[in-house]
Nanobody, 125 residues
Framework: VQLQASGGGLVQAGGSLSLSCAASGRPLRDYTMGWFRQAPGLERDFVATVNWNGYSTYYADSVKGRFTISRDNAKNTVILQMNSLKPEDTAVYYC???????????????????WGQGTQVTVSS
């Protein structure tokens, strides 16, 4: 599956951004989808994942209560709504797909095989 992320930008602390990931090539319903981020000099980290039907979501502790992941399989789109942004949220954000029909368990980053290009999110203090 091919993925295209968009929606990044510059925002002040406390602000909001909505990232979008558009998928093509294969039905999105067969995939668990995730958002990950990578700050300069650091490893790529898990942010949030959502299973094929949207019923199972997982969040990193650092974003719980502030970020919401959702999906629309009919539109082949995954959204990451980010509220109450902090300077430490600054990173390149990536969407990724893990082939997982009817799955619901948490899937670690190593199980995501298809990646989009990143979109930069910068939060100023």
């Amino acid at each position: 599956v091919q993925l295209q992320a968009s929606g990044g930008g510059l925002v002040q602390a406390g602000g909001s951004l909505s990232l979008s990931c558009a998928a093509s090539g294969r039905p999105l319903r067969d995939y668990t989808m995730g958002w990950f981020r990578q700050a300069p000099g650091l490893e790529r980290d898990f942010v949030a994942t959502v299973n094929w039907n949207g019923y199972s979501t997982y969040y990193a502790d650092s974003v719980k209560g502030r970020f919401t992941i959702s999906r629309d399989n009919a539109k082949n789109t995954v959204i990451l709504q980010m509220n109450s942004l902090k300077p430490e949220d600054t990173a390149v954000y990536y969407c990724a797909a893990s082939y997982d029909p009817l799955g619901g368990r948490f899937r670690p980053i190593a199980e995501f095989s298809d990646w989009g290009q990143g979109t930069q999110v910068t939060v100023s203090s």
